[in-house]
């Protein structure tokens, strides 16, 4: 009996634990279809640009060579660039690929081939951030194994996280301008997931990212030619 319940701690671990976030990823599958009448139609999402260098909050992030520090004075937990191992960009163009793909089934989907496309988007990161408060609970449960582990599996911090794609465009087979969205910002402020290593907010930026993304879908269908 102690064999088979400390197998179920381990497995309730595994399924609550946080681990390094190498990828940015997210479950497309979660989301229903949105009918559309863009039927027989391809949009290529051209490879997103990052400009998130170009804002002083996003320096830390950039810096840092550790995802968990001091930060106006409270230790915290940051989406720190050092864990992506592929460039944000790349990768963030890639789920939203995958996820309008996912939505939109009716229309043919690719990244980087404007020459198959009927429309072509492009876009401009200005912030993929994330930060929230250590968890001491998380950290001290660390310390006393499985079971402190299995205690603390539900902890939760105040944190941010901050999204922002900046000119935002549609262009036709042609190359002419069809919509200019502009702009798209969401900041999500709550009680995040938290664990004594700081690899949590990695995966509660993909979260909020799943959110964003489902949003900036349904604005960019609205602007396409019907």
Request: glycine share 6%; net charge neutral.
């Amino acid at each position: 009996m102690k064999n088979v319940a400390l197998l179920f701690g381990i497995s309730i671990l595994m399924l609550t634990s946080c681990k390094p976030a190498q990828r940015i990823t997210y479950n497309t599958n979660k989301f229903n279809v949105i009918e559309t009448r863009n039927n027989d139609l391809a949009l290529s999402v051209q490879t997103f640009e990052d400009i998130r260098s170009q804002s002083e909050r996003n320096a830390t992030h950039f810096a840092s060579k550790k995802w968990q520090l001091r930060i106006d004075g409270e230790q915290s937990c940051i989406n720190s660039e050092v864990l992506y191992k592929t460039p944000v960009a790349e990768q963030m163009t890639t789920i939203f690929a995958q996820h309008f793909a996912r939505q939109v089934p009716q229309m043919r989907t690719f990244i980087d081939r404007k020459d198959l496309a009927d429309y072509h988007l492009e876009a401009k990161i200005r912030y993929f951030y994330g930060r929230q408060k250590f968890s001491t609970a998380a950290a001290v449960g660390a310390g006393f194994g499985l079971i402190g582990a299995l205690a603390t599996a539900g902890a939760k911090t105040q944190g941010v996280v901050i999204i922002e794609l900046a000119d935002i465009k549609l262009f036709d087979r042609q190359n002419n301008l069809v919509a200019t969205i502009g702009d798209f910002r969401k900041e999500y402020e709550g009680e995040f997931p938290a664990d004594a290593h700081c690899y949590c907010i990695y995966g509660n930026v993909n979260q909020k990212l799943a959110e964003f993304n489902e949003e900036l879908i349904r604005l960019i269908l609205l602007e396409l030619p019907k």
